[in-house]
């Protein structure tokens, strides 16, 4: 489906808010994204993606971005408790 000519607001440039923008500009809307602060930029630590949100970040068109800011594909994810013993280990 194409939005070409739907102006669109977002509220908030957090990750729900820029993906969101980033797919209604891959349909031709007319995206203004309004955030309160001053800057886009770190905040907090960084993120673990699952295979489904990679696949969901390739439909978008953002894997080679990940590929060129130095992602890393992990082959295994750990669950550990809080006193650092492993719960679950799932391979990739």
Do not use: C, F, W
Request: charged share 20%.
């Amino acid at each position: 489906m194409m939005l070409a000519g739907l102006k669109t607001y977002i509220i908030g440039a957090g990750i729900g808010g820029l993906a969101l923008a980033r797919v209604l500009a891959l349909r031709g809307a007319d995206v203004t994204v309004l955030e309160q602060a001053g800057e886009i930029k770190e905040v907090g630590a960084g993120l673990q993606i699952s295979p489904n949100g990679l696949a969901v970040l390739r439909a978008m068109g953002l894997e080679p971005h990940l590929v060129k800011s130095g992602a890393v594909l992990a082959d295994t994810v750990r669950l550990m408790d809080y006193r650092g013993g492993e719960v679950l280990k799932l391979d990739l």
